[in-house]
């Protein structure tokens, strides 16, 4: 308490009831510190609270998004991925049949018509090298 008041005080009531006085008013003052401090410690944990939350808010819609993403670009690879070889299969059975009459005219050619079964496998042979060849040739094509 300021000298001056305390003083003042002292003079009207007397030393004794002025120390008490002085007392009291430090007590109060004391406690009305301590009662804003506790609401400003209640402020400042609330709002450390609410940052805290906000941005683990943000982690988590980042991250949902982040796999969102990842999702979709994945499924449309694998879409790709799953049209191309329907194409490719498509493909595949156009071609089956004139491969197969050229490499049955070339056997007939060739004049080694006769056993039914030794021709199929003779004709799978074929067709599997004729096949390997064009792959590694459209690999080397991609690469390039």
């Known amino acids: 308490m300021d000298k001056k008041l305390g003083k003042k005080i002292e003079g009207k009531v007397g030393k004794k009831l002025s120390g008490a006085i002085e007392r009291e008013v430090e007590r109060e003052v004391e406690r009305g510190v301590k009662k804003e401090v ?11 609270e609410r940052e805290i ?20 670009d ?7 991925v799953g049209v ?3 194409f490719a299969f498509l493909i595949a ?20 018509s006769g056993r039914e079964i030794y021709l199929q496998y003779l004709s799978a042979i074929f067709i599997t090298i004729i096949a390997v ?12």
């Open 38 to 48: 506790k609401q400003i410690e209640r402020d400042v944990k609330k709002r450390v």
């Open 133 to 144: 060849l064009v792959l590694m040739g459209v690999s080397r094509w991609k690469s390039r």
């Open 53 to 72: 939350e906000k941005r683990l808010h943000h982690r988590i819609y980042d991250s949902t998004v982040s796999s969102a993403l990842k999702f979709r």
């Open 84 to 86: 191309t070889a329907a």
């Open 74 to 80: 994945e499924f449309k690879n694998q879409i790709v």
């Open 93 to 112: 059975l156009s071609w089956r049949e004139p491969i197969a009459g050229s490499v049955d005219a070339l056997i007939i050619r060739l004049g080694l």
